[in-house]
Each structure stands twice: as structure tokens, then as C-alpha cells.
């Protein structure tokens, strides 16, 4: 049996194997594009309102509403009655207000902590493309994730980006006008030659 020490230096020495044939595995896309405020509204909008989940619940509410509404102005209602449908009406009202007010907060939130934490200067970040890979690097080269293909679950596009959502929910931008090697029209071929939709 190999000595603990021994095998903890194979690892080391095959995950620096792998980090190396990573970045020696040409580019076929590179994009550069500093986190703003646009960047963490699109970010915000799709959590918040275009997630299946959230377009199901608005789809219910919204037929909820609908319905209260119309129990309210019919003519046999009771005082009892109305004062219940008054409030199950505000319950989606309410709802809706929370998520508009966290659409507008959390951008704002998100790209302070962001400047907090790069003394005041945003985020510049260089994704790196290749036929196995989706890298992210800091301006300084550090590379920051690397997302294999497999562990991608959707591609979303929105007005600026194209957002790769991994199965552990984390999110790998692409700004569509700021492509320094490849365009957005050849990434979006690539990415159905992968199989995803988008």
C-alpha cells in the first residue's frame, strides 16, 4: 500500500496534469466583459421571473387573483366574504411587490459586494471557450471556475447575455457584443452542436 503522502502528490501531480491540458486545449470562443449593474439586473431577471417554477406560480396567482376579483364585485356577496376576498387579494399583490422590490435590489447588492471586494473597480471577466471547457478568468489570468460541458443543464438568452446554467445553479455569462474571438451567432451554432437549446 502506497504511503498517504505519496498518493496525495499523484493527485496533486494529475490535477496539475489536468489544469495544464485545460489551458493547452486551443480556444475555440473568448469573451470579455466587466459585471455592472446590467449585467446583475439580467442575472436577477431570470432568477426571479423566468425560472419555470416562477412562471407556473405567476400563472396560478395571477388566475387566483382573477378569481377573487370576481367574487368581489358580484352582487351577492356578504360583508364576511368581502372582507376575505380583500385580503386573499393583497396575498398576491404583496407577493408581486417582494419579488419587483428584490429585482431592483439585489443588482445593486450584488455589484456593491462585488466593488467592496475589488477595491472599487468591477469585475472584469475573460471566459474562455474550448471544445471540453468553459473557463472563467480574473483580469490578473487567475482562473476563477472551469465548467465541464456535461455539468451544464440549460442555456438561457437574454437581451445582453447568453447564461449557462450548471446542474449546481451556478451561472457562466457570455456578453453577446463583446466576443474578442468567435461571434455570438457561431457560439449559439456550437452550443446546438452540443445539444442545448437556446
Known amino acids: 500500500m502506497a504511503p498517504l503522502c505519496a498518493l496525495m502528490v499523484d493527485v496533486t501531480a494529475a490535477h496539475a496534469a489536468g489544469r495544464k491540458r485545460r489551458s493547452l486545449m486551443p480556444s475555440l470562443f473568448e469573451n470579455r ?17 423566468k425560472r419555470p417554477l416562477m412562471l407556473v406560480a405567476f400563472i396560478l396567482l395571477s388566475l387566483g387573483f382573477v378569481l377573487l376579483f370576481m367574487n368581489l364585485i358580484s352582487a351577492n356577496s356578504s360583508s364576511y366574504e368581502f372582507t376575505l376576498t380583500i385580503g386573499l387579494l393583497l396575498v398576491p399583490l404583496a407577493l408581486l411587490t417582494a419579488l419587483i422590490i428584490n429585482y431592483i435590489r439585489i443588482p445593486n447588492i450584488r455589484l ?11 469585475y472584469d471577466e475573460t471566459v474562455v471557450v474550448n471544445d471540453l471547457w468553459i473557463s472563467g478568468f480574473a483580469a490578473n489570468g487567475t482562473r476563477k471556475y472551469a465548467i465541464q460541458f456535461g455539468e451544464i443543464k440549460k442555456v438561457v438568452k437574454t437581451k445582453h447575455y447568453f447564461l449557462l446554467i450548471t446542474k ?17 451567432d457561431d457560439f449559439l451554432l456550437f452550443l446546438r452542436s452540443k445539444g442545448y437549446r437556446c
Open 168 to 184: 449546481s445553479r451556478l451561472i457562466c455569462a457570455l456578453k453577446k457584443d463583446s466576443f474578442i474571438k468567435g461571434n455570438p
Open 33 to 49: 466583459f466587466l459585471h455592472s449593474k446590467e449585467f446583475y439586473r439580467e442575472i436577477s431577471f431570470y432568477s426571479l421571473f
Open 112 to 122: 456593491k459586494q462585488e466593488l467592496d471586494m475589488n477595491f472599487g473597480v468591477p
